[in-house]
């Protein structure tokens, strides 16, 4: 993990800040995930037939599974010192390049792309690159917009 203070990021524009450790997106995971959205596609939750038909002869992550789990991966690689709150803004361009198979291992590329001022701190747009252990290509590619509200004094 490395420590950042939100106070002097904005030295570090076009930096790749971190890079996350290896997460397992586990099949419990993905069902996890099925249930709170209520995507129960099969793809993503029958294994049997993901075996059958599927060209990774196991099934896959959702999308928005692989997206949700940005705020961990950065959670677990930057220690934002100075920090009094972060807000998720939003996205500004995702793509997901290729499918995460079930057991896949991945991990985030993050570079902070921009700082703009905002009312009572500013917003950091994260270029994130999601990798594929073993993969050839990446898993997802996200521009991510993050508030960031120093601590005061």
Known sequence: MIDVDVR??????GEQIAV??????TQARINQFAD?????????????RAALELPSKTT???GFLTLSLLSTLIRESIAFTGLRMAINYGLNRVRFVSPVPSGCRIRACITLHAIE???????????????????????A?????VRYYPEQG
């Open 141 to 145: 590619v996200a521009d991510w917009l």
């Open 117 to 139: 001022p905002v009312s009572g701190g500013f917003q950091a747009t994260w270029q994130v690159t999601v990798e594929r252990d073993g993969g050839d290509k990446p898993a």
């Open 20 to 25: 996350s450790d290896w997460l397992e997106v």
């Open 36 to 48: 709170a959205t209520g995507d129960h596609q099969w793809i993503h939750v029958d294994p049997e």
């Open 60 to 62: 896959i992550a959702h």
């Open 8 to 13: 002097t990021i904005g030295d570090r524009i």
